[in-house]
């Protein structure tokens, strides 16, 4: 055997695809690339709200007063921590990086129930560079559920272990990581156990069953409900202040319109966005992922699961998601199942790879770092390419500095044309404002009775957008709004109508300032949505205390060192022959 | 089942897709931005009037310029792309250019093998709210295909003109730098209401009538109105919103209209109105007349007034808004409604308006006033 050969034989080390993932996600992460994304500023802004009060999760600063505990807190609480030495910003970028380097190790965790640690070592060094990974973190700031799939992928392992094999301290440990990862994602958890906990508890049935282990296929099913149980009262008890909160407020509102429910093959650029950016290359993989999924009945379940987040991911391309979310499929967005759906292929690449290493060596390890280059520099470049990109980025400190002197915060304030800056301005300013990024939590019906997202951007939601502006407009007296801010002259018309004038105009001319003369200040909005002080102390210390416990699980139960054996079922000889690449 | 799964998979995928394809599977996405078309085989073949006329206002809709134009068939070669754009977008900062067609609904007017002519509503979302746009499209059937004829539009061609100007205008100076426009100390102007009328529409309650300027300085100006209950509890508080005059010259009249939806004039024991006046600055340029005023039927069978708007000045009105008050023979108001004009008026052009009256005040309306309010984007 040549050093080449040996090299291309032995599985990645760990800590050599974690410097990997340093490099590639570090520097972009530290140049605050996830800056201008769609989501950041959103968490940001609720990270800085647990910066000034950690125990009182009653927000003033959106719909006229709103709970965080319609969000789960934990990236953001973490945000918070990290700020008071890094500030806000890189606070974010670093909980970032924490996730983003996470999920790695929780694919190669995860992907060892499924293949050996080769096909696994690559499967994780894959995952860096998905394009569904770097669409999520850089161009939609989905922090939580980056995250929370990451501390979920390094949970499985332990579920299958507590299944197959009794231990307790896999129990524990699987316990405790599922309840930081609903701490960060409760969406994530929920569907999770259809996509990434069905297809381990159905390889744990198999492995029970075929090879004849002494745990029978009872115990394996008993010892899951167990788990499941577990964490399902532990996501009760952590996430306690979230379920009242949903149960009191359902979100009942109209259905707001999201480009993921499209039909990719009826509009290109939904395509482009939703599909061949987040699966880059992996598109390239797909015949092999089907074949090489059904040629192994261990790699079935997960080419099941994989299946289902296709479709999932797929949107309004096809009426699977509709017909089986229902109401849901209308409130949530379908970016998450596309990043979830090039996870759980992740092993079935990862075996290709190996394929493909063993046949042509350095030739595939050239064509498939090309591809992995390729597939994260296309999702990077998309970031100005597409359309739906979220609007250039301005100075908003003019604004912010306007509503924090002479008494302009005692009046609640709007921004039109601002996209996710909105959330920026917010951050900042002591003012409050009747928007709001953040749709689950809207209590105002100005807001809820109409399909339309945020009011900064009323007009991409046609009619039912600027009804809604229009209704709320309508309402200014009531709620103290008399500043309006404005980056976009479409909105102008309406408010000279309406009886608004400018009074400022701030970076060239780049914003104006709009205000109605005989609005009173802002007074509190009553509402039984405020949650109790002991709801806070709860939501303070729960979240974030179960992520501290699982850190130190982890470093005082090590894990037990696997034996090494073979856990992907080997393909017959004619099979191996057969070579699905293409 | 490792040949039968797969096959079974990328069989349910492919199905699932096919059904996605009917409405079962589409779904409203966000409006005006350019979102690209179907897949190639994925759009509908134009083998009826009906489906070209619906490829086409879908290329529209999704601002793919050049497939519609290039779908249609051009009565002559004076007819451009940019010409056929601007016609849908608008043009001169007028009320189409902030517009976006959001949906339409078609219907044939009579059609035969070779030709069909097809009316649509077009349903545009605004602004200042929806507008709808009745329009004829004539359809030829060219080699095998549907497709829409499109001709020449006039462009309108203001020459080269100086116009004298010969206006008021009020300027207001500021005490301090500090001060902000609505905060100055001096006396608000005196402005009046001058009559108010409530009634029960198919909406709700609504609260209308006059209000005039009796300063000799203008006024800015909004009305809000509480309902009041027996028991004296407010039932629901609006305000005037964009149906009035907000700024009101010395001595001049507008109509002013509140609309409390879903609530019954039965419940209300009282009716509190609050006028908040403003001194401010304010010209009366641009000068913009009402001509050809008419009460009329429209081919829909609603009761409309239209009339022609004339701007007498030299500079664009980019949106004007027409706003009626209509009286019975007692001179009581009995309705007051309002509306947008799509295009832009032009120095010494005119422009076409028409608002809408409930047909049962259609027949009580003995007279009616109206009054143009305008957004200018330079003045804005």
């Not at chain 2, 134009?46 to 601002?63: G, H, M, Y």
């Not at chain 2, 009579?110 to 709808?132: C, Y």
């Amino acid at each position: 055997m040549t050093s080449n050969e040996i090299y291309y034989s032995r599985p990645i080390p760990i800590l050599t695809i974690l410097l990997v993932a340093l490099a590639v996600h570090g520097p972009l992460l530290l140049m605050q690339l996830p800056s201008g994304s769609f989501d950041t500023n959103f968490h940001i802004f609720l990270a800085s709200h647990y910066a000034h009060h950690w125990f009182n999760p009653w927000n003033e600063k959106w719909f006229a007063g709103f709970s965080q505990t319609t969000y789960p807190p934990l990236t953001h609480q973490w945000i918070a921590l990290f700020s008071t030495v890094t500030g806000l910003k890189l606070g974010y970028m670093l909980v970032q990086l924490i996730g983003v380097l996470l999920l790695p190790v929780g694919v190669f965790r995860f992907a060892r129930i499924w293949v050996d640690d080769r096909a696994a070592s690559y499967a994780a060094l894959g995952s860096i560079f998905l394009g569904a990974l770097s669409f999520l973190v850089y161009e939609a700031g989905q922090l939580a559920t980056v995250t929370s799939a990451a501390l979920y992928l390094n949970a499985l392992p332990y579920f299958y272990e507590w299944a197959t094999e009794s231990s307790g301290r896999a129990l524990i440990k699987g316990v405790v990581l599922s309840l930081t990862a609903a701490a960060a994602h409760h969406v994530t958890l929920i569907f999770g156990v259809v996509f990434f906990a069905g297809p381990v508890f159905w390889i744990a049935c198999l492995d029970a069953r075929y090879e004849h282990r002494e745990r029978s296929l009872a115990g394996v099913i008993t010892r899951a409900l167990v788990f499941v149980v577990l964490v399902g009262i532990g996501v009760g008890i952590v996430l306690f202040p979230y379920w009242v909160t949903l149960i009191q407020h359902p979100i009942h509102q109209i259905p707001i319109p999201h480009d993921s429910r499209n039909n990719f093959l009826l509009n290109s650029i939904t395509g482009v966005n939703y599909f061949l950016i987040p699966y880059g290359a992996m598109i390239l993989a797909l015949p092999f992922i089907f074949l090489r999924g059904s040629a192994s009945p261990r790699l079935r379940p997960l080419l099941v699961g994989f299946w289902l987040s296709l479709i999932f991911g797929l949107g309004g391309t096809t009426p699977l998601p509709r017909w089986l979310l229902g109401r849901a499929y209308e409130i949530l967005t379908f970016e998450r199942f596309t990043l979830w759906a090039t996870l759980l292929a992740m092993p079935i690449v990862g075996l290709l790879a190996v394929q493909l290493l063993d046949r042509y060596r350095t030739k595939a390890a050239v064509g498939l770092a090309i591809a992995s280059v390729v597939t994260i520099g296309a999702a990077l470049a998309w970031i100005t390419a597409n359309p739906y990109r979220p609007a250039e980025t301005m100075d908003v400190n003019p604004v912010i500095s306007f509503l924090n002197r002479d008494g302009h915060d005692s009046y609640r304030y709007l921004t039109l044309g601002f996209g996710s800056q909105l959330a920026e301005v917010s951050t900042y300013t002591n003012a409050s404002s009747v928007d709001g990024d953040y749709n689950s939590a809207r209590l105002l019906p100005e807001m809820t009775q109409y399909g339309s997202a945020q009011l900064t951007n009323a007009k991409f939601y046609g009619t039912a957008g600027m009804a809604s502006l229009r209704a709320m407009l309508e309402h200014a007296n009531r709620y103290g709004l008399k500043y309006i801010f404005v980056h976009d002259s479409y909105y102008e018309p309406l408010l000279t109508f309406a009886g608004w004038r400018q009074i400022e105009s701030f970076d060239h001319g780049e914003i104006t300032a709009w205000s109605k003369d005989d609005v009173p200040p802002a007074h509190r909005i009553e509402t039984d949505a405020v949650p109790p002080a002991w709801m806070g102390l709860l939501w303070g210390t729960l979240p974030v205390g179960v992520s501290v416990l699982a850190m130190f699980l982890e470093l005082l139960l090590p894990g037990r060192r696997r034996a090494r054996r073979i856990i992907e079922t080997p393909v017959r000889i004619t099979d191996r022959e057969s070579h699905y690449v293409a | 089942m490792r040949r039968l799964l797969p096959i079974i998979l990328v069989a349910v995928t492919v199905l699932l897709m096919v059904i996605g394809l009917t409405s079962v599977g589409r779904s409203g996405g966000t409006v005006g931005i350019a979102s690209g078309s179907a897949l190639p085989g994925f759009s509908s073949n134009a083998n009826t009037p009906e489906q070209a006329l619906s490829n086409f206002l879908i290329d529209v809709q999704r601002r793919n310029w050049d497939r519609a134009f290039a779908s249609v068939e051009r009565t002559n070669d004076s007819v451009n792309e940019q010409s056929f754009i601007q016609e849908w977008t608008g043009t001169n900062g007028g009320l189409r250019t902030f517009s976006s067609l959001e949906s339409y609904d078609a219907r044939p007017l009579h059609a035969t093998d070779s030709e069909a002519q097809m009316r649509v509503r077009l349903h545009w979302s605004t602004p200042v709210g929806p507008m709808e746009d009745v329009r004829d499209f004539h359809l030829v059937h060219r080699a095998d295909q549907w497709k829409v004829v499109w001709d020449e539009v006039p462009v309108p061609n203001v020459p080269s003109q100086v116009i004298p100007v010969n206006y008021l205008r009020w300027d207001l100076v500021q005490g301090g730098a500090g001060e902000q426009w609505g905060s100055n100390n001096v006396d608000s102007p005196h402005v009046r209401i001058v009559s108010m009328n409530a009634v029960d529409s198919a909406e709700g309650a609504v609260v209308m009538g006059e209000i005039v300027n009796e300063d000799t300085i203008p006024a800015f100006v909004n009305v809000q109105a509480t309902l009041v209950d027996a028991a004296g509890s407010a039932i629901d508080d609006e305000s005037s919103f964009d149906k009035i005059l907000h700024v009101l010259l010395p001595k001049q009249v507008s109509p002013y209209r509140i609309d409390f939806p879903k609530v019954s004039l039965g419940k209300v024991k009282n009716v509190h109105i609050d006028v908040k006046a403003t001194l401010v600055p304010a010209s009366s340029d641009p000068v913009i007349g009402v001509m050809n005023q008419k009460l009329d039927t429209d081919a829909q069978g609603r009761a409309v007034l239209h009339g022609e708007l004339l701007n007498q000045s030299g500079e664009t009105v980019n949106v004007p808004h027409v706003i009626a008050s209509f009286y019975d023979n007692n001179g009581k108001v009995v309705w007051v409604s309002d509306g947008y004009v799509q295009r832009a008026l032009l120095p010494q052009e005119s422009e076409a308006f028409a608002v809408e009256i409930p047909k049962s005040l259609a027949g009580k309306v003995q007279n009616f006033h109206v009054v143009v309010n305008q957004y200018s984007m330079h003045n804005s």
